[in-house]
Nanobody, 128 residues
Framework: QWQVVESGRGLVQSGGSLRLSCAVS????????IGWFRQAPGKEREGVSC????????NYASSVKGRFTVSRDSVKNTVYLQMNSLKPEDTAVYFC?????????????????????WGQGTQVTVSS
């Protein structure tokens, strides 16, 4: 059974850093793209970043490009989202999700409907 579980929730000050983890089980990272999404109160879910199943292709929302980095450890079956220079507008519940149909050198950051398996979400709060 495919599962994804986020961890790394926290409260940080503006300008601080936080690393989120997405541990997957029931499959290996070479058979799924992994996406990071976030949802703030009253807002739609936003695709933040994703990494392709080959581990080489990554994609970022313009709002986080240059501040966030997605990476993975295939041995640990874990994907990370390193978030630096955090801003209050980054405050949201962050989700990771697995997409079993998008393989290789691509990932669908802007298409949450493409993702089949979702974690429960983890809260990130950035204070000003």
């Amino acid at each position: 059974q495919w599962q994804v579980v986020e961890s790394g929730r926290g409260l940080v000050q503006s300008g601080g850093s936080l690393r989120l983890s997405c541990a997957v089980s029931g499959f290996t990272l070479d058979v799924a793209a992994i996406g990071w999404f976030r949802q703030a109160p009253g807002k739609e879910r936003e695709g933040v970043s994703c990494i392709g199943s080959n581990g080489l292709y990554t994609n970022y929302a313009s709002s986080v490009k240059g501040r966030f980095t997605v990476s993975r450890d295939s041995v640990k079956n874990t994907v990370y989202l390193q978030m630096n220079s955090l801003k209050p507008e980054d405050t949201a519940v962050y989700f990771c999700a697995a997409d079993q149909s998008t393989l290789g050198d691509m990932c669908a950051r802007r298409s949450p409907d493409t993702y089949d398996y979702w974690g429960q979400g983890t809260q990130v709060t950035v204070s000003s």
